[in-house]
Nanobody, 127 residues
Framework: QLQLVESGGGFVQPGGSLRLSCAAS????????IGWFRQAPGKDREAVSC???????YDADSAKGRFTISRDNAKNTVYLQMNNLKPEDTAVYYC?????????????????????WGRGTQVYVSS
């Protein structure tokens, strides 16, 4: 059974950077498509960025120009490098995985259908 563990969250001032990690373990862990999602207090969960096993990437508008998703298959880990963080980026960040049979954009937009989720890591951006 696939398991996902997020790490790397924390407190940062506006303009700062964080790198989140999503470590996958279990059978065939490197064969899963993985996405990052976030949920701010009082808001719905939203997609941030997704990457397939073939390194196809989709970035939501919130991520474009500031966040970069990448995967290290040797370590079964997907990263989210977040730069120029803003207070509105404050949220719990989750990674999720599945074997996706469509476009990477659709995977992000329909993230609620992904079958495996981590427990999340808190990101707090404030001065």
């Amino acid at each position: 059974q696939l398991q996902l563990v997020e790490s790397g969250g924390g407190f940062v001032q506006p303009g700062g950077s964080l790198r989140l990690s999503c470590a996958a373990s279990g059978p065939n862990a490197r064969n899963y498509d993985i996405g990052w999602f976030r949920q701010a207090p009082g808001k719905d969960r939203e997609a941030v960025s997704c990457v397939t096993v073939n390194d196809d990437i989709y970035d939501a508008d919130s991520a474009k120009g500031r966040f970069t998703i990448s995967r290290d298959n040797a370590k079964n880990t997907v990263y989210l490098q977040m730069n120029n963080l803003k207070p509105e980026d404050t949220a719990v960040y989750y990674c999720a995985a599945d074997v996706w049979r469509g476009t990477v954009q659709a995977m992000c937009e329909k993230g609620y259908t992904l079958r495996t989720w981590g427990r999340g890591t808190q990101v707090y951006v404030s001065s």
